[in-house]
Every structure is written in structure tokens, then in C-alpha cells.
């Protein structure tokens, strides 16, 4: 191991967490080092991962120094030490690098710092967070810094304005809980790594938090404790009188509209007319940090974006067929779904189905289980379309990839979108009478190694179109467009310009049909390629 | 000069086993983080070299939802080569793999075939012994491998061997 104080600091890491344990599972040091990642419980998670270490070693004679626990898109890392284990919480796999500095800080809190919390003060009288170890947290930050401090946030004080702060810092005159990091870089004239670092030591020694942890782009829905701040009667709401006066009045608005489908920007345009913006983010900004409130999740977005799919489709049916064999095609889907937390959302209403956008449901639910979910909307969309009358598909197509361009294409971003193209790819094998092609596809000189994404696109179009729509298709494509598509290289596509190129082929390929329409918005948005303006909707 | 196999395989196995991850992997050496249900048939080709003579692996992935078993069963037209996924954090997925090589049977007369175990890096969740792969492998009388895309391990080995495996049957 290595024991010397490097003094430099990582800028850039995926870590949210670092917790260290003591062999029987008890929590010796916890640290969060992203301000917006949601709090582990120190306590629970000490036992868990001891009763993990034990069971890898016993289980599977595992004997690594190091292992990891994958939890789909939280990565836990298990570093062993001599009398303490280092869990660190990521986002994505660790680097030698980071690993290295982990190991170190494992080294130096065993030798340095274990003696001074042993015997440990913490017993079920104390909470765990009030033996914290500041000092060894301030080394932590200054190896690794904060995580993704955004130039947007605000920084304020947690302790009271009169209290004299013990801690030195450079930024002292600096955080007045109006201005945010990159005022504070420009007004003190300090770096930003120097800014960055000096917050990540306020922050270790938790005389600091943020205000303003979320974009105008997030999707805001409420926890099951949010009720107690619309309660008048509530201490939660009594102490609001108190803290920030005024603030119980605004909550009450907001809470109708922090409906897990209403982005922060949409929510401020509705209350903009009644209500100050900034009287309105600071609401916000208390309600997540008191974790009442908070952002969707990557995964919970795509979740949104199909349940909002699946319910535009309804209504799409509706308007296309009749509401009786709308409602009888999503009854006949639903005798087969199985998974309680989708079924618990759809309801009857009248002879109406409705989607509820209630995310309580998926709180505590792990990410794996998450796509699982996004997965079984997915089959919900797919089967309700294909029960639908073949003869009205095309128009039904037709109207759905209008509506479709509108709510869902426009109002959500490119990594949202992930995963959706195979519904647009679906309703294109519904909707192509032909069989379809199963030989071999002629690939030619097409590449699948791209280098840009033009060319990724090209490639997907051309295989994926192959086989819906066989490959005659393509060959009228090639002509109409005047493109040798798969018989050169999609960069030597150039004739009089590459992009008019590929533009026609973009063209040729909308004509195909609605569902080719509804394909290519999607693969071009999620590859931030503009349209042809005819292909537009 | 040797001569270039086009061979068709295509990839079947219980939903989130990673059946499009792996493709992804093989063909352009990347890891797709995010999961999503492959609704019909994805497609993917490789220029390989396996021993001496050079292939052109296309690829077709199937979607594995109930609901899509007749759109499948188009597309099995003409395989020599069927990868059996499953993923050994999932016992439901293992318990799965003769099911689909039911359905397989159903549908191609002649093919080779070989068992495909998934998501070997998580250790901690892992729940399928090698041992027990490798047993229903031998049940079903073709080769058995462990490989993990996440990390890139074995992947290229698993379609060299099924590539191998339908070459040397044509000799």
C-alpha cells in the first residue's frame, strides 16, 4: 500500500459515496461526495456489505483485495484493509487510478485515524452522522473533491450567520447563499479548481450545502413524506412557519404540479403568473433537500417517456377507432402482464383507461428492476398496438407519429429516447404488409465502425430497412437518391456535398412509410443529426 | 487464397440476458449501458478470421417476448448457428434455456449451437455454478462458455467457437 500524502487531487471521478466499516459490520466513516446523490443509511449499509464480504469469502473463496457489487447502474466497490473495509458508491467502474488513491485513504484512516473513534462513541443513543470525523473528511476531499459541482449551484451556510466558523476558508466572504459557483469564481478571483476545492473542505466539515441542484430539464415528483408539508397541522409545516415564513403558503401550489410528468421549467411557467421565480426555486431547493421532492432518475425518465407513450397511444386509438376497441385492446394485453408495479398503474375510469404517473411506486426500487419495468411497458406499447385492427394501422400509425413527433420526440432528450427506437421499428414491421427479408444482407462496403453519426445512422437504416422492408426497397432507395448506399463507403458518398447526400437518402427513406418517419426522428434526435425539413412534422 | 463463409446465426435466450449487448460487443466493441427490450430483430454483421478462413458473421438478434414468438419464427429461416444466452444472476433465465431450444427445434432442422452464460462480473449476485452450465450444456450435447460483455471477456471467443464449430461442418 502506498502511505505517502500525494498531494494532488483527482478532478474527476464517478464517485458518490465512500463509507468505512470495521470487520463486524459496524459503520466507522461515511462521506457523501455528490451533494445530489440520494443518502445511503451508513448504519443498514455497514451490515449489508459484511454480510457481503463474508459471503463472497465463504461462499465463493473470494479473497480479492478488491471487488465489486453491481447494482445496475450503482457500482459498489469493496476495498479490504487490515481492520477496516472502504465501500465506495460510483456510478461507473473505478479506474486504477482512483482505486489507488481509495487504498491509500484506507491505509492512512487505519493508521491515522481509526485509534482516535476507537472505542467507537457510536451506540443506538447517538446518531452515527454526530461522531462523524471531520478532519478525516476534509483528507478525503482533498484527495478526491466534490463530484460535479455545477457552475448553477448555491452555496449557503448550515450554521447560524452569528456562529463564528472554526474552519479557515478562502471563500468566507464569498458564500452569502445568493450567488452561485461561478459568481463566486468571478468575484473572488480564485480559480475554479482552487473554488472547487475549498467548497469540497466546507463541505467535509458540513458547514455547506447547495441550493439550486437541479435543471430546468428535470422531471420533479413527490415522496411519500411530502404529504406532511400541504398538512397545516404538521410539525413539518410548523417548523416551515418558523425557518422560512411565507414558504407553507407557496408549497401548497406547487404540489399539484410536482406530479412526476411536469419538468421544473414547466412547473415555473404555470405558478410564474401568482408566485416570484426565485420564491419559487427556493421552495424547491428546501423540499429536495429535505428529500420530500426530487428529480427523476435517468431510468424513472424512461419509464415517463413510455408510460406518456403508451397513454398518447390510447388516446390516439381512441380518436382513430372507437373508445370501446381501444379499451378491449389494452383489457386483452393486460391479461397477460404479470409485473404489479405496471398493472397498478393502469386504470379504468368510466370505460377510459388511465395511466398514472405517480412514481411512489418505484421508490426503493433498485435500478435493475427499473429497466425490468421500462422493458414491460415497452411489451405493453407493443402489444396494444399490434391487437389493434389491421385495416386502420396505417392511419393509425400516422396519427400516432404526429402526436408522437409533438410530446414525445420534441419535449425529451436524446438519452430519454434510449431504447425507444425499437417501438418505432415495430410499428414498422406492423405496418409493412411483405414478408419479411430473412437471408443474408448484402452489407458490401458498409461499415459498422463509424465515424460519425451520419454514418451510424446510415448503417441502421440500411440494415434494419433490408430486412422490414426487403431488400427491392433499398435497391429504389440507392436510385431514387442517386446514393451507392452499401456499395461504397458512406464517406465516399461525397458527389457534390455529403450532407445533401445523405439528406436524400433521409428523404427516400421517410417515404417508406409513417412508422419510417417515426424511426428516423427518433435515430436522428438521439444522434443530434438535423432533418431533412421535408421529413419534418 | 481461402474462401469467405457467410454465416447466419442468430442469438435467442430469456429477456435482459444481454442477448443485444453481446452483439453490440462483438460487432463494434462497444458496451450498451442502458437495457431495452429488442422489439422484433436486430441486426449486426462481422468481418472475422477464424483459423485460416474468413468469415462474414451476420448476426440476428430476436426479440424474446412472449408475444413475438410467430415474428421470430421468420427469422430462423436459414440459420446455421443459434447462441442459447442465459444469465447467471438469473435462475429463471437458466431454466429458460431448454424452452428455447424447444422453440429453436421447432423451427431449424440443422444447426450447431453453443450456451452462452452472461454477466459473469457480478460476482456477488451470481446464482448458476460453471458446473451446472456446463451439465445442461452436455445435455444438450454442444459447447458451454462463460463470458462477461460488460468487461469484454470471452465474447469474441464464443462466435470464433460457433463459427468454428458450422465451418468444420461443412467440410
Same mark, same amino acid.
Given at each position: $500500500?502506498?502511505?505517502?500524502?500525494?498531494?494532488?487531487?483527482?478532478?474527476?471521478?464517478?464517485?458518490?459515496?465512500?463509507?468505512?466499516?470495521?470487520?463486524?459490520?459496524?459503520?466507522?466513516?461515511?462521506?457523501?461526495?455528490?451533494?445530489?446523490?440520494?443518502?445511503?443509511?451508513?448504519?443498514?449499509?455497514?451490515?449489508?456489505?459484511?454480510?457481503?464480504?463474508?459471503?463472497?469469502?465463504?461462499?465463493?473463496?473470494?479473497? =480479492?483485495?478488491?471487488?465489486?457489487?453491481?447494482?445496475?447502474?450503482?457500482?459498489?466497490?469493496?476495498?479490504?484493509?487490515?481492520?477496516? =473495509?472502504?465501500?465506495?458508491?460510483?456510478?461507473?467502474?473505478?479506474?486504477?487510478?482512483?482505486?489507488?488513491?481509495?487504498?491509500?485513504?484506507?491505509?492512512?484512516?487505519?493508521?491515522?485515524?481509526?485509534?482516535?473513534?476507537?472505542?467507537?462513541?457510536?451506540?443506538?443513543?447517538?446518531?452515527?452522522?454526530?461522531?462523524?470525523?471531520?478532519?478525516?473528511?476534509?483528507?478525503?476531499?482533498?484527495?478526491?473533491?466534490?463530484?460535479?459541482?455545477?457552475?448553477?449551484?448555491?452555496?449557503?451556510?448550515?450554521?447560524?450567520?452569528?456562529?463564528?466558523?472554526?474552519? +479557515?476558508?478562502?471563500?468566507?466572504?464569498?458564500? =452569502?447563499?445568493?450567488?452561485?459557483?461561478?459568481?463566486?469564481?468571478?468575484?473572488?478571483? !480564485?480559480?475554479?479548481?482552487?473554488?472547487?476545492?475549498?467548497?469540497?473542505?466546507?463541505?467535509?466539515?458540513?458547514?455547506?450545502?447547495?441550493?439550486?441542484?437541479?435543471?430546468?430539464?428535470?422531471?420533479?415528483?413527490?415522496?411519500?413524506?411530502?404529504? %406532511?408539508?400541504?398538512?397545516?397541522?404538521?410539525?413539518?409545516?410548523?417548523?416551515? +412557519?418558523?425557518?422560512?415564513?411565507?414558504?407553507?403558503?407557496?408549497?401548497?401550489?406547487?404540489?399539484?404540479?410536482?406530479?412526476? %410528468?411536469?419538468?421544473?421549467?414547466?412547473?415555473?411557467?404555470?405558478?410564474?403568473?401568482?408566485?416570484?421565480?426565485?420564491?419559487?426555486?427556493?421552495?424547491?431547493?428546501?423540499?429536495?433537500?429535505?428529500?420530500?421532492?426530487?428529480?427523476?432518475?435517468?431510468?424513472?425518465?424512461?419509464?415517463?417517456?413510455?408510460?406518456?407513450?403508451?397513454?398518447?397511444?390510447?388516446?390516439?386509438?381512441?380518436?382513430?377507432?372507437?373508445?370501446?376497441?381501444?379499451?378491449?385492446?389494452?383489457?386483452?394485453?393486460?391479461?397477460?402482464?404479470?409485473?404489479?408495479?405496471?398493472?397498478?398503474? !393502469?386504470?379504468?375510469?368510466?370505460?377510459?383507461?388511465?395511466?398514472?404517473?405517480?412514481?411512489?411506486?418505484?421508490?426503493?426500487?433498485?435500478?435493475?428492476?427499473?429497466?425490468?419495468?421500462?422493458?414491460?411497458? $415497452?411489451?405493453? !406499447?407493443?402489444?396494444?398496438?399490434?391487437?389493434? =385492427?389491421?385495416?386502420?394501422?396505417?392511419?393509425?400509425?400516422?396519427?400516432?407519429?404526429?402526436?408522437?413527433?409533438?410530446?414525445?420526440?420534441?419535449?425529451?432528450?436524446?438519452?430519454?429516447?434510449?431504447?425507444?427506437?425499437?417501438?418505432?421499428?415495430?410499428?414498422?414491421?406492423?405496418?409493412?404488409?411483405?414478408?419479411?427479408?430473412?437471408?443474408?444482407?448484402?452489407?458490401?462496403?458498409?461499415?459498422?465502425?463509424?465515424?460519425?453519426?451520419?454514418?451510424?445512422?446510415?448503417?441502421?437504416?440500411?440494415? %434494419?430497412?433490408?430486412?422490414?422492408?426487403?431488400?427491392?426497397?433499398?435497391? +429504389?432507395?440507392?436510385?431514387?437518391?442517386?446514393?451507392?448506399?452499401?456499395?461504397?463507403?458512406?464517406?465516399?458518398?461525397?458527389?457534390?456535398?455529403?450532407?445533401?447526400?445523405?439528406?436524400?437518402?433521409?428523404?427516400?427513406?421517410?417515404?417508406?412509410?409513417?412508422?419510417?418517419? !417515426?424511426?428516423?426522428?427518433?435515430?436522428?434526435? +438521439?444522434?443530434?443529426?438535423?432533418?431533412?425539413?421535408?421529413?419534418?412534422? | 487464397?481461402?474462401?469467405?463463409?457467410?454465416?447466419?446465426?442468430? &442469438?435467442?435466450?430469456?429477456?435482459?440476458?444481454?442477448?443485444?449487448?453481446?452483439?453490440? /460487443?462483438?460487432?463494434?466493441?462497444? *458496451? /450498451?449501458?442502458?437495457?431495452?427490450?429488442?422489439?422484433?430483430?436486430? *441486426?449486426?454483421?462481422?468481418?472475422?478470421?477464424?483459423?485460416?478462413?474468413?468469415?462474414?458473421?451476420?448476426? @440476428?438478434?430476436?426479440?424474446?417476448?412472449?408475444?413475438?414468438?410467430?415474428? /421470430?419464427?421468420?427469422?430462423?429461416?436459414?440459420?446455421?448457428?443459434?447462441? *442459447?444466452?442465459?444469465?447467471? &444472476?438469473? @435462475?429463471?433465465?437458466?431454466?429458460?434455456?431448454?424452452? @428455447?431450444?424447444?422453440?429453436?427445434?421447432?423451427?431449424?432442422?440443422?444447426?450447431?449451437?453453443?450456451?452462452?452464460?452472461?454477466?459473469?462480473?457480478?460476482?456477488?449476485?451470481?446464482?448458476?455454478?460453471?458446473?451446472?452450465?456446463?451439465?445442461?450444456?452436455?445435455?444438450?450435447?454442444?459447447?458451454?462458455?462463460?463470458?462477461?460483455?460488460?468487461?469484454?471477456?470471452?465474447?469474441?471467443?464464443?462466435?470464433? &467457437?460457433?463459427? /468454428?464449430?458450422?465451418?468444420?461442418? *461443412?467440410?
Amino acid at each position: $500500500m502506498d502511505f505517502t500524502r500525494r498531494c494532488y487531487t483527482l478532478q474527476s471521478h464517478a464517485i458518490q459515496a465512500i463509507l468505512i466499516t470495521d470487520k463486524g459490520g459496524s459503520p466507522r466513516f461515511y462521506m457523501q461526495l455528490d451533494p445530489k446523490a440520494l443518502n445511503m443509511d451508513p448504519v443498514m449499509a455497514s451490515s449489508f456489505f459484511a454480510a457481503i464480504d463474508m459471503f463472497s469469502k465463504k461462499v465463493f473463496d473470494e479473497s =480479492n483485495p478488491v471487488c465489486h457489487v453491481d447494482y445496475g447502474s450503482r457500482l459498489f466497490t469493496l476495498l479490504n484493509g487490515v481492520k477496516t =473495509n472502504l465501500i465506495a458508491v460510483s456510478i461507473k467502474s473505478l479506474g486504477k487510478e482512483v482505486i489507488d488513491v481509495l487504498d491509500s485513504l484506507l491505509a492512512e484512516f487505519e493508521l491515522d485515524w481509526l485509534e482516535i473513534v476507537d472505542p467507537f462513541e457510536y451506540n443506538f443513543d447517538t446518531s452515527f452522522v454526530d461522531v462523524y470525523l471531520e478532519a478525516f473528511g476534509e483528507r478525503v476531499m482533498e484527495r478526491l473533491s466534490l463530484r460535479l459541482l455545477s457552475d448553477t449551484w448555491v452555496p449557503y451556510y448550515t450554521i447560524r450567520p452569528d456562529r463564528p466558523i472554526a474552519i +479557515q476558508s478562502l471563500l468566507r466572504d464569498y458564500i =452569502n447563499g445568493s450567488s452561485n459557483v461561478k459568481e463566486i469564481v468571478e468575484v473572488s478571483n !480564485l480559480s475554479r479548481r482552487e473554488v472547487v476545492l475549498e467548497l469540497s473542505k466546507l463541505w467535509a466539515h458540513r458547514v455547506v450545502r447547495f441550493r439550486n441542484m437541479f435543471s430546468f430539464n428535470d422531471f420533479m415528483t413527490t415522496g411519500t413524506q411530502f404529504i %406532511r408539508y400541504v398538512q397545516a397541522t404538521s410539525d413539518e409545516t410548523k417548523d416551515l +412557519q418558523t425557518l422560512h415564513p411565507g414558504m407553507e403558503g407557496v408549497i401548497p401550489h406547487l404540489a399539484g404540479l410536482i406530479d412526476g %410528468r411536469k419538468t421544473v421549467r414547466e412547473i415555473l411557467a404555470e405558478l410564474g403568473a401568482r408566485h416570484d421565480e426565485s420564491e419559487l426555486l427556493r421552495a424547491l431547493d428546501y423540499l429536495m433537500e429535505v428529500g420530500v421532492i426530487q428529480a427523476l432518475t435517468p431510468e424513472k425518465r424512461r419509464i415517463l417517456l413510455v408510460k406518456e407513450a403508451l397513454e398518447l397511444a390510447l388516446r390516439v386509438a381512441e380518436g382513430t377507432y372507437s373508445l370501446s376497441e381501444a379499451t378491449s385492446a389494452l383489457q386483452l394485453v393486460l391479461k397477460e402482464t404479470k409485473a404489479p408495479e405496471v398493472l397498478s398503474q !393502469l386504470q379504468l375510469k368510466g370505460e377510459k383507461w388511465v395511466v398514472d404517473f405517480d412514481f411512489k411506486i418505484l421508490e426503493g426500487i433498485e435500478t435493475r428492476r427499473l429497466m425490468i419495468l421500462y422493458g414491460e411497458w $415497452m411489451k405493453i !406499447l407493443a402489444q396494444f398496438v399490434q391487437i389493434l =385492427n389491421p385495416t386502420k394501422l396505417e392511419l393509425y400509425v400516422k396519427n400516432l407519429t404526429t402526436v408522437f413527433s409533438q410530446r414525445i420526440v420534441k419535449r425529451y432528450s436524446a438519452l430519454d429516447l434510449r431504447g425507444f427506437e425499437e417501438f418505432a421499428y415495430w410499428l414498422e414491421i406492423l405496418s409493412t404488409p411483405t414478408k419479411p427479408h430473412v437471408g443474408p444482407v448484402h452489407t458490401s462496403h458498409l461499415q459498422i465502425a463509424w465515424s460519425n453519426a451520419m454514418e451510424e445512422l446510415a448503417y441502421l437504416l440500411v440494415t %434494419r430497412g433490408h430486412i422490414i422492408y426487403r431488400s427491392e426497397s433499398i435497391t +429504389q432507395i440507392q436510385s431514387a437518391s442517386g446514393t451507392p448506399l452499401i456499395d461504397l463507403l458512406p464517406e465516399e458518398w461525397v458527389g457534390k456535398d455529403h450532407v445533401d447526400t445523405f439528406e436524400r437518402v433521409m428523404y427516400e427513406y421517410s417515404k417508406l412509410g409513417p412508422a419510417a418517419v !417515426l424511426t428516423l426522428l427518433i435515430l436522428a434526435t +438521439q444522434r443530434a443529426i438535423l432533418l431533412p425539413q421535408e421529413v419534418l412534422i | 487464397m481461402s474462401p469467405t463463409y457467410l454465416l447466419k446465426i442468430v &442469438t435467442v435466450g430469456a429477456q435482459s440476458v444481454g442477448k443485444t449487448s453481446i452483439i453490440i /460487443r462483438f460487432s463494434t466493441g462497444a *458496451f /450498451r449501458e442502458h437495457y431495452s427490450p429488442t422489439l422484433g430483430v436486430g *441486426f449486426a454483421y462481422k468481418k472475422m478470421e477464424v483459423g485460416e478462413d474468413n468469415v462474414n458473421m451476420q448476426i @440476428w438478434d430476436l426479440g424474446s417476448q412472449d408475444f413475438l414468438e410467430r415474428t /421470430r419464427a421468420n427469422y430462423y429461416l436459414g440459420a446455421q448457428g443459434v447462441i *442459447f444466452m442465459y444469465d447467471v &444472476t438469473s @435462475w429463471e433465465s437458466f431454466n429458460e434455456v431448454i424452452d @428455447w431450444k424447444n422453440e429453436v427445434d421447432r423451427n431449424l432442422d440443422d444447426y450447431k449451437a453453443i450456451l452462452v452464460a452472461n454477466k459473469t462480473d457480478l460476482i456477488m449476485e451470481r446464482v448458476v455454478s460453471s458446473e451446472e452450465g456446463q451439465k445442461v450444456a452436455d445435455q444438450m450435447g454442444i459447447p458451454h462458455t462463460e463470458v462477461s460483455v460488460r468487461l469484454d471477456k470471452h465474447v469474441n471467443d464464443a462466435f470464433a &467457437t460457433i463459427a /468454428r464449430n458450422i465451418i468444420d461442418a *461443412f467440410q
